[in-house]
């Protein structure tokens, strides 16, 4: 799991997209290795393997992240999803959300919901709105020492 998040870091600074994830890998960083350590031991975290290798991780909680506001309903939450680079385009990030929306119904749930950054050149948003979610609301997360962080709540309701 950490290499692919932090495989994700490499290529967001190698786009020029920092801001995101930041510069530092997560394995070099001791609040994100246990903020990823704790998704695996709640059991939140879901893999995709392809060709016998990992390909991607998301996770999924009933709770959404502090910084958005709570839906009026149960749901689902993706509260992270990333891809081995190398494998961009080979569906790993729509699989690993079929398998949310699956989880989603499996547990008779409704909504699905997922926050993203808001910056740059907006690909990311376009992404999860080509997933079937729209966008609900935007955000700002404040951060110590850093720039706010502009982001954006989208919601999938599912049948």
């Not at 609040?31 to 392809?50: D, F, N, P, S």
């Not at 891809?83 to 790993?92: A, I, Q, Y």
């Given at each position: 799991m950490l290499r692919i998040l932090d495989g994700t870091v490499e290529w967001?600074?190698?786009?020029?997209?920092?801001?995101?994830?930041?510069t530092?890998?997560?394995?070099t960083r001791p609040?994100?290795?246990?903020?990823?350590?704790?998704?695996?031991?709640?059991?939140?975290?879901?893999?995709?393997?392809?060709d016998g290798e990992l390909a991607g991780v998301i996770s999924l909680s009933?709770?959404?992240?502090?910084y958005v506001r709570p839906a009026d309903e149960p749901e689902l939450y993706v509260t992270l999803?990333?891809?081995?680079?190398?494998?961009?385009?080979?569906?790993?990030?729509?699989?690993?959300?079929?398998?949310?929306r699956a989880e989603?119904?499996?547990?008779?749930?409704?909504?699905?919901?997922?926050?993203?950054?808001?910056?740059?050149?907006?690909?990311?948003?376009a992404y999860y709105r080509s997933q079937g979610f729209t966008e609900v609301?935007?955000?700002t997360v404040s951060r110590k020492g850093e720039p706010d962080w502009p982001g954006m709540l989208l919601a999938q309701r599912l049948a």
């Open positions: 967001l600074v190698a786009q020029g997209r920092a801001a995101q994830w930041g530092e890998p997560w394995s609040a994100l290795v246990g903020r990823a350590a704790g998704r695996i031991e709640r059991g939140e975290a879901r893999v995709a393997v392809l009933g709770t959404p992240a502090s999803l990333a891809t081995e680079r190398r494998l961009k385009n080979h569906g790993v990030g729509s699989a690993l959300l079929d398998e949310a989603a119904r499996r547990q008779g749930l409704g909504l699905l919901r997922v926050d993203c950054y808001a910056g740059d050149d907006g690909k990311l948003r609301e935007p955000f």
